[in-house]
């Protein structure tokens, strides 16, 4: 029962996660005596703590700007004011986590909502830039070495506790999404959760905290009903409405993480249909973070999901015409929009833009391959047989991606159908 539901939860932070990182934190002083707020900087000089709080608010939103490059100068810097902090640590594991999912076209709800991400041979792992993947593991290190100090001398020292549930939750994360190595991020998802409810139980007021806890009430409810079951018996309960009230007060009155909270609030309004709110929770996020166009590519698809594919279809024109996006990501628009056209059942408009994903010379090799899949299954809804085979042997001369192979033989043997809409 742990791992399945270790898996669920760690898909759905996912979703909460790779826009905005986990959990952030700022920095305030003095720290109180039980323990100090999210972020807090033991130091008695104020102009440093006053700096500290600086760099973290301008690499955080660096990050949220998908400016990977100024948020990992404002960490380092982070780390130089104050070496025996976890919080630069923390933050520089984060950054090197959501480039990297950046650079593999994996910053997008989509990727992790669908079975195909989790689809895996036992114990197989994707490949990974191993340099990337060091300097990742170091930066963890020093965050759980820097949160051991603390703990060390104040075992209830809430900021250290939280960050190192932060710390070990970017690491299952990481690699859950990165390696798609999901045994191993069981221990780390289950010690991050216990770690958070500590941070709970100490300060009920930390309110930042409450956006794992909410996620956690989520997930348990949302459990099929034999593992739901077995839950119960293991002492696990959860309430869909109490984990979203959770979320939602975080939105409203967390200090560093209101909008983390947002994201996870986003990624559970379209789970449960309540597409409205999921578009007014989209578009204050593009609002507010007008330079992170992955926002906007989720409006535009939000876009159709509620009935307004005209709209949604300008909103991806318009993000193809911006020549920073266009110079960047052409195939994760184009691919995201197909994805759209797709669950319409537009079959000749998702071809189109699947089309200029193979045709981008610049774009992400599993996205041709998993163009070329998707194409397939328009061709095949259409009726054109010869010319799905054609795309489903592509898919089978390529690397597998998620279950690419898998899929394209099953379509090879059996024509691909739609479901009734």
Known sequence: MGAALTLFLIATLLISNVFAGAQAGGLQSPASTEGSKPGSLK?????????????????????????YKTARERFLQMTRVAPDHPAGYVYLANNVWLETLYLSRRLSTSVYTGGSFYAQEKD???KFDPKRDREFNDFIRQALAATKARLAKNSKDVEAIYYNASALGIRAAYATSVKRSFSRSIADANDSIQLQRQVIKLDPEYVDAYLSIGL?????DSLPFGWRLLARF???????????????????????????ARVVLL??????????????????LVKKYPRNYIFGVERAA??????????????????????????????????????????RQDYNGAILRYREVQRWTKSDPGLISLA?????EALDALGKREEAMVEYQVVLKRDNIFDSHKLASQYVKKPFVAAKS
């Not at 956690?216 to 348990?220: A, N, Q, R």
């Not at 249909?273 to 007014?280: F, I, K, S, V």
């Open 372 to 376: 070329h899949l998707h194409v397939g």
């Open 267 to 284: 990624g559970l309004y379209s789970k449960e249909n309540q597409l409205d709110r999921a578009l007014e929770t989209i578009t204050y």
């Open 43 to 67: 130091t008695d000089e104020a102009g440093t703590s006053a700096e500290f709080e600086r760099l973290r608010t301008e690499g955080f939103d660096s990050v949220y700007s998908l400016d």
């Open 234 to 260: 293991a002492g696990l309960k959860g309430s869909k409405a109490k984990g979203i009230e959770h979320l939602e007060l975080t939105a409203k009155q967390g200090k560093y993480t209101a909008d983390d």
């Open 302 to 343: 939000m876009l159709y999901r509620t009935g307004n594919a005209e709209e949604g279809a300008r909103a991806f024109g318009d993000l193809l015409k911006e020549e920073r996006v266009a110079s960047q990501a052409t195939d994760m628009l184009n691919f995201q929009w197909g994805e759209a056209l797709l669950a």
């Open 124 to 126: 197989a792992e994707d």
């Open 216 to 220: 956690y009430e989520y997930v348990i």
